[in-house]
């Protein structure tokens, strides 16, 4: 059975082990945790400084792709922006990214009508430069 719940402080080691936290260092924002077995295999970001709070750095373990997780850790960050008051939840995504699109589309996630747009450069993760090169549009979904 998988559990999904809030990354805390006595589990961070033991997830860091096993998941790129990428975002860890990233103020206004928390983790959410799919755990098997009490092994961490996925998490998604929810960044709450922006209005409506944005789902990020959504990731699971290649080993246990393909079983519903990333739906999973969807629907986790959605309850909690709706228990936090919120109506509406977003995410941006690489329009080529196709098996992520079709993910959010499946969930309900709709283009939010801005025009696509292309970030590039490079920036600090957990203290490793990051480059990309990307094409992002922005997903919403009310709930």
């Given at each position: 059975m998988?559990?999904?719940?809030?990354?805390?402080?006595?589990?961070?080691?033991l997830?860091d082990r096993?998941?790129?936290?990428?975002r860890?260092?990233q103020d206004g924002?928390?983790?959410l945790?799919?755990?098997?077995?009490?092994?961490p295999?996925?998490h998604?970001h929810l960044?709450?400084?922006?209005?409506?709070p944005?789902?990020q750095?959504?990731?699971?373990d290649?080993?246990?792709?393909?079983?519903?997780?990333?739906?999973?850790l969807?629907a986790?960050?959605?309850?909690l922006v709706r228990?936090?008051?919120?109506?509406?939840?977003?995410?941006?995504?690489?329009v080529?990214?196709?098996?992520?699109?079709?993910?959010?589309e499946?969930?309900?996630?709709?283009?939010?009508?801005?025009p696509?747009?292309?970030q590039?450069?490079?920036?600090?993760?957990?203290g490793k430069?990051?480059?990309?090169?990307?094409?992002?549009?922005?997903?919403v979904?009310?709930?």
């Open positions: 998988i559990d999904v719940r809030q990354l805390t402080p006595d589990e961070l080691e997830v096993h998941l790129p936290l990428h860890l260092d924002g928390e983790y945790v799919a755990w098997e077995d009490g092994i295999i996925g998604a960044d709450w400084r922006h209005d409506p944005e789902v750095d959504v990731f699971v290649e080993a246990h792709r393909r079983r519903g997780i990333a739906s999973l969807s986790s960050a959605e309850n228990e936090r008051g919120f109506d509406t939840i977003a995410l941006d995504v690489d080529e990214n196709t098996p992520a699109r079709a993910l959010y499946k969930l309900g996630y709709r283009d939010r009508g801005t696509p747009r292309r590039a450069g490079t920036i600090m993760l957990r430069p990051y480059s990309f090169d990307v094409v992002l549009i922005d997903l979904k009310k709930l």
